[in-house]
């Protein structure tokens, strides 16, 4: 398995695109590109995705306790609500005001949550 170090690069550098991508989005607003949007949502998901394998690996080489499942949990709920409301953004005409405070504000939980998650893994490293 990767290093925490390797893991967290990786993780780092897929949110700095997404974050990049998703403040040049707001900044263009709508209609958004559909290239960028694209990469944004893609990335986005790729990192669930991602954080998803490292904690099912973690889990199969030493099995977590409750603390690291909660953060995982936490980190989950917080993931899937940011990108619910991305989805919501991006596919509705007008947002909602309330939708897009909370697509300015989750995706800096979803960060917290994503790295407190994988640091209570049980990686080499
Ligand atoms: C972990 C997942 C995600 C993160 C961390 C994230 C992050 C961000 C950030 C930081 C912004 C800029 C917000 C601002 O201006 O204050 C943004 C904007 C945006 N994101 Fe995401 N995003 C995520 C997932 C998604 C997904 C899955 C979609 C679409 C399906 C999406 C669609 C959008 C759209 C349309 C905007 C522009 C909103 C506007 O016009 O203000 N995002 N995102």
Redesign the pocket.
Known sequence: MSSTAVIAARVAVA?LI??V???R??????P?GTAL?TI??L???G??VFVGFTVYGANTEAALGTVAWLAVGLAVV??VA??????????LES?PATV??L??????V??VA?ATALLLLPLQG
Do not use: E, N, Q
């Open positions: 949110f997404v974050f991508s998703g403040y989005l707001s900044r263009a607003g709508k958004y949007l944004h949502k990335i986005a998901l990192v669930l917080a993931f940011t990108i619910a409301t991305g989805g919501v953004l991006s596919a947002s897009k405070v697509h300015a504000v989750l995706p800096f979803t960060v994503t």
